[in-house]
DNA sequence: GCAAACTACTTGCGTATGCAAGCAATTAGT
DNA sequence: ACTAATTGCTTGCATACGCAAGTAGTTTGC
């Protein structure tokens, strides 16, 4: 039982770190932006009002709060998100996604989406797929940012 | 379909972001190198020999070549691993498991085991661990460096 | 058999990231 | 209400990594 959790994390690990490396060559030369920032303004997109905290971005995607602070500042520049205060609180400082960040992401996901069926080629059924979705689920059920 | 494949990589790549979250603190401090380190040592414990060279390395473990030569250096310093030449080809370096680097290996697998049936707590019966695990496997059979 | 192409590895440089420290603002304790 | 603890964010420093260039050794083409 514990062998086959291990077994399991293992492949899991594999995979993602072979996923990773055949996405990111890519897609920073079609997008201009690395996948990482993509999966930050999938965040967005998703959040109400299409913004959050840096802390809950920080959790969201399983980094350091000074992660978010260096990324956002880059796309902030390049007119992707931009920063927003709170009225209540002057300790937060929202990342909001802006229309063109809105553009990018939609562009975004579609090559994703394109490189991601690329990944499951052929022999992979609609049943095999929706049985490992299923079970990925239930890895990030509870967690705070699930994308999907 | 395609929209499948898109949720599945997305599912696949957060999980394995909250796994390396989860393992990345413990690791380090319990065993004096970290989760990296670690997979190394598994590929090598598995290859004929136990040994490697580093380009095979590389491409097993989805890094360059620059990062293994990095890696390698630290871990033959404390004796893990050394340096091993090939009377064939005299460009060759392998890397070879010491025995320490055996020992090590092993007890890291263990707190990894741990670990990992930390990841699926409850609720995973033993016929869930499998399907995910014969559906992993699909995506990393036809990889050079399945650990499993 | 020799030059050109290729391969294995290393190193310099730029980027990304975590941790710890610091600062400002809020909340809790009394 | 005042102090202390906490929270959100930023910044300095150290580490990890990829890419491109460099070096040494090997294979290929003729």
Request: hydrophobic share 45%.
């Amino acid at each position: 039982m514990e062998n086959l959790c291990l077994k399991n994390t293992l492949r899991l690990l594999q995979s993602a770190d072979q996923i990773k490396a055949r996405l990111s060559g890519d897609f920073a030369s079609v997008h201009g932006i690395s996948v990482n920032e993509v999966f930050l303004l999938m965040h967005l997109e998703k959040a109400p009002l299409h913004r959050l905290s840096r802390v809950e971005l920080a959790k969201r995607m399983y980094v350091s709060a000074s992660t978010i602070t260096r990324m956002a500042a880059p796309m902030e520049k390049i007119g992707l998100v931009a920063r927003q205060a709170d009225s209540r609180d002057a300790r937060l400082a929202f990342v909001v996604l802006t229309e063109a960040g809105l553009e990018k992401v939609k562009e975004a996901r579609a090559t994703f989406a394109k490189q991601a069926s690329h990944v499951f080629r052929d022999r992979w059924t609609e049943a095999d797929l929706d049985q490992l979705s299923s079970l990925l689920h239930r890895l990030i059920a509870d967690a705070p940012g699930d994308l999907t």
